[in-house]
């Protein structure tokens, strides 16, 4: 089993629509949960990040963390045609090991 | 201004070839990293360094070398390139080690292409 799954898509929304992203993870010592957002032939940027269970709302983006289910989501509301990029899951063991998920690509269709 | 800077940005080469990839940051962070993305778009870490000294260093051929010759600088020598080290590698860097969400930031890769 990967440490970090992510479906991969596809996924293709009409704007306007909600548009929910999602991780699993095996590993209980991650305690910090990030998403990045990676534009096509461009460096992933950090978009959001929870430390431990909880939600996180920042404009129209809210993380999500269930530590029990080992289960983090990302919900982005009246997605734009902007949005469209590969969102890359990413959880911190110690140190500055970040262990990233192979990302979601999203396209949002106007 | 350029917060992490990368050259070049393409790089094709035939295999065999030794090759080195150079990056820079102003932002006064502490740790900087290399990072591999593959076709499939997955992003691994190689190594990570923090003022200096080599912190992470993943199962990564020894062919690959880091070097960081002060803090603000790391760059990547490859040697006897092979056709599967085609791929995008990312330069990163972040605050310090330890705690608090580790924002990292990218540079903006370079496509290694390995004929």
């Known amino acids: 089993q990967k440490e970090v799954e992510q479906d991969p898509g596809p996924l293709s929304v009409p704007e306007g629509a909600i548009v929910s992203l999602n991780c699993t993870y095996s590993?209980?010592?991650?305690?910090?949960f990030m998403w990045y957002r990676q534009y096509s032939r461009k460096g992933p940027e950090l978009l959001m990040y929870t430390y431990s269970s909880g939600n996180k709302e920042d404009g129209r983006f809210t993380a999500q963390v269930d530590k029990s289910s080992k289960y983090i989501s990302l919900f982005i509301r009246d997605s734009q045609p902007s949005d469209s990029a590969t969102y890359l899951c990413a959880m911190e063991t110690s140190y500055d090991k970040v262990i990233f998920g192979p990302g979601t690509s999203l396209s949002v269709i106007p | 201004d350029t917060a992490v800077s990368q050259t070049p940005k393409y790089l094709v080469t035939q295999m065999g070839n030794d090759k080195s990839i150079k990056c820079e940051q102003n932002?006064?962070?502490?740790?900087m990293y290399w990072y591999k993305q593959d076709s499939k778009k997955f992003l691994k870490i190689m190594f990570s360094y923090n003022n200096k000294e080599l912190i992470i260093n993943e199962t990564v051929p020894n062919r690959f070398s880091p070097k960081s010759p002060d803090k603000a600088h790391l760059n990547l020598h490859i040697n006897s390139l092979e056709l599967g080290d085609s791929a995008v590698y990312f330069c990163?860097?972040?605050?310090?080690?330890?705690?608090?969400?580790?924002?990292?930031?990218f540079g903006p890769g370079t496509r290694l292409t390995v004929l």
């Open positions: 932002l006064g962070h502490d740790t």
């Open positions: 990163a860097s972040s605050q310090s080690k330890g705690s608090h969400g580790n924002e990292q930031f």
């Open positions: 590993n209980s010592a991650f305690q910090y």
